[in-house]
């Protein structure tokens, strides 16, 4: 799990810009949420950080990262068909944005 936060940390730094920081806000104080295990707090920040994202296009490679953020949170809550649906979405985003 840890290193699955960590990559996506690292993801959040290379795709930076003063245009995302909002959405660098969320995703961060949501990394830190799953890591200290409050999945509930997490969920919502990860919604917020998709939210924004979303500015940048339905299939930016940061809405990928929180969807995928947002699938552990939710399968750590056992909402686990919600789960899935958000896992799939940054599956398909990472596969649309694989190469570039």
């Not at 245009?19 to 969920?43: E, H, I, N, P, S």
């Amino acid at each position: 799990m840890r290193f699955v936060i960590l990559f996506f940390a690292a993801l959040a730094v290379m795709f930076g810009g003063g245009a995302d920081d909002t959405w660098r806000k969320y995703y961060g104080q949501a990394q830190y949420a799953a890591a200290a295990k409050d999945y509930v707090k997490a969920d919502g920040l990860f919604r917020k950080a998709i939210e924004e994202a979303e500015r940048f296009g339905k299939d930016d490679i940061r809405v990928g990262s929180a969807s995928q953020g947002l699938g552990v949170a939710l399968r750590r809550q056992k909402k686990l068909a919600e789960a899935e649906d958000a896992i799939r979405r940054a599956t398909v985003v990472f596969f649309q944005n694989a190469g570039h």
